[in-house]
């Protein structure tokens, strides 16, 4: 395998207009690949540090401190390495670093480089990269991998920091449950996603779009949101509960102020118990299959309670609660906390951190869902992830916006390459 000889890293944009970091490695041989780091806008306050410079440029968002330090200090770590040994690479990053947070030089700094790196070992290699992520998640575990496509959770209607309007839940996502195959997950989900823009503005709602794609009206309440998308599935010929099913990302920590759960677009104020009946009053009345965020991420008697009265029911997916951490997932599983873990890479900087999270909630019988960011770029890795580590569950925002959909269409290909991986 030809050794790294070079990495470059430049300030690019995310599709929030903000900046971030696109980085390049290339071997010997001139083979080279690149990978972006996506950025989110709802975020745990256990994540990993995100390094921006903090100046008057692009309202201290610019990440020229990251950049220099990929060009000027962690480079010279990685050149002369091979890019199939992806721990050994990481684990100088990270080691080099030395910090929890990764703040000495940036998660975003460490992420780029261990994304790219993965890209051209999968080049060099004349593989696919999902196949390349199977292979790496053997290294690190010992233990291979059965590809399948994963199910996608489609935002189609924004709320909360995603959206500039009154709804409180953050994310209204649709999953094609019943579907055969990707390519009718994405029929499905399309043909929804446009009836949901007739049916609003048939009642003269706003169809402008959030950050992930969904449409963002005003509305009376959250129950409103799930019924304009019961309508929506209804009127694409399709069974709501039977062939479609709802998920919602809460993004509880958002709206928690003062031990309550303020519901500012319904005027209500919650305890953590009223919060919890809220939800299953939710999920009584509507076919709703996993709730994200449920809880406030430091809110643990909410969550053990939310565990203990929806988790037989539901997917309770954690997200601030864990932020892709293997540590922290330890903790909440100890403390009954949850039943799955979204995965977003640059929550925890690396992918061999990321792998071991994802086998470590294996292990204990925790789902992952795989999962983009509400800043994302056209970067379409988290796709080559879901299949590769046989991943069943993957959000990426609506079926709209060329950074959403760039995930979608990777992995229509993906499927028409490889007939042998199924809709898991």
Not at 245 to 257: K, M, R
Request: one cysteine or more.
């Amino acid at each position: 395998m030809q050794k790294i000889s070079l990495i470059n890293a430049i300030q690019v944009f995310d599709s929030r207009g903000v900046p971030t970091i696109s980085c390049k490695v290339s071997l010997e041989d001139g083979t080279s690949a690149s990978a972006m780091v996506p950025s989110g806008a709802s975020t745990g306050s256990k994540e990993a540090l995100e390094l921006r410079d903090n100046d008057i440029s692009y309202h201290g968002k610019s990440v020229t401190k990251a950049v220099n330090n990929i060009n000027n200090i962690l480079s010279s770590l990685v050149i002369g390495k091979n890019p199939s040994n992806q721990k050994e690479i990481d684990e100088l990053l990270i080691s080099f670093d030395d910090t929890e947070d990764k703040s000495k030089v940036g998660a975003n700094a460490i992420l780029a480089i261990s994304l790219a790196t993965a890209h051209v070992a999968a080049k060099a290699n004349k593989i696919s990269l999902y196949k390349h992520f199977s292979k790496v998640y053997r290294d690190i575990t010992g233990q291979n991998v059965t590809h399948c496509m994963p199910l996608p959770m489609f935002n189609i209607l924004n709320g909360g920091e995603h959206a500039d309007n009154n709804i409180d839940i953050q994310e209204f996502m649709i999953i094609p449950s019943g579907a055969k195959n990707f390519v009718q997950v994405m029929q499905w989900a399309t043909e929804i996603y446009h009836n949901l823009k007739k049916i609003l503005l048939k009642n003269n709602y706003s169809t402008a779009v959030g950050d992930e794609g969904g449409f963002a009206p005003s509305l009376d309440s959250n129950k409103e949101a799930l019924r304009l998308i019961v309508d929506a599935i209804k009127e694409s010929g399709l069974v709501p509960g039977k062939d479609v099913n709802i998920a919602l990302d809460c993004a509880a920590s958002e709206f928690f102020d003062d031990n309550k759960y303020i519901l500012k677009g319904e005027r209500k104020e919650l305890s953590s118990i009223q919060f919890v009946d809220y939800l299953d009053d939710l999920i009584q009345n509507y076919p709703i299959v996993s709730i994200e965020d449920g809880m406030d991420e430091n809110d643990k008697d909410g969550w053990k309670l939310l565990t203990e009265r929806l988790g037989s029911k539901c997917q309770l997916v954690g997200d601030d609660l864990f932020v892709t951490n293997k540590k922290i997932l330890k903790d909440g599983i100890n403390e009954e906390m949850a039943n799955s873990i979204l995965i977003k890479f640059n929550q925890v900087g690396s992918i061999t951190e990321t792998i071991e999270t994802i086998h470590f909630a294996n292990q204990n019988n925790f789902e992952s869902i795989i999962s983009h960011r509400s800043g994302e770029t056209e970067d379409t890795t988290i796709a080559d992830l879901a299949v590769g580590l046989g991943i069943g569950q993957i959000k990426t925002g609506a079926p709209c916006r060329s950074d959403r959909v760039a995930k979608y269409n990777r992995l229509l290909w993906i499927e028409e390459e490889s007939s042998n991986i199924l809709l898991k």
